[in-house]
């Protein structure tokens, strides 16, 4: 039997905590607004609200393909060549204003202008947060000089390389491979093979 020479490790609640960063991020975010609005039920206003807008647009079958949630989308610029990563940026603005808009309007407050703070705010804290799991480090530390340490990540290339630059782990991999950039992600097998091809086992 060969030994084991490499471990793939997954990057969204596996080693950071995709979910809790966001929820943070939008805690942050209805804080700074001068309105009486519980954060809780906000939280699962505004997912609740985006979610439906995610799944309306024409590029939901992309998204669901390479795996970008719709709360990921409230902070993603997707860049990138591919035709649907473009068709996603120029829906961008017009879905994330209007998925707080509906929020807003839930509570009654109405007027895109605070949709609009709200949302560029939102981008701006989401970008300081990338909370990994209390192990991870340590976790990767034990094993780099021992295995080749490879991160298959489904998700929109811009959005995952901030998550992975963000939370400091770049330099434990020696491959990273995230769907966007190929147009398919997890279980295709294709993805495993790219990553382990850049692995050079």
Known sequence: MKSIQAILFDL????????????????????????????????KTIRAE?????????????SLQIGISSWEALWADFSGDDPNLKMLRDLSEQYRVQSWHQALQVYNVTGMTIAEELSSRYIKIRMTKHELFPETIETLQILKPFYKLGLITNGAPDLQSKKIIGGGLTDYFESIVISGEYGFGKPDERLFKVAVEKMKL
Not at 18 to 34: G, L, P, R, V
Not at 50 to 62: C, D, N, Q
């Open 12 to 43: 969204d609640e596996t080693l950071i905590m995709e979910w809790k960063s966001a929820e943070q991020a939008f805690f942050e975010t209805i804080e700074s607004f001068d309105h009486k609005i519980n954060k809780n039920e906000f939280v």
């Open 50 to 62: 985006a979610k439906k807008l995610w799944y309306a647009l024409p590029t939901i079958g992309y």
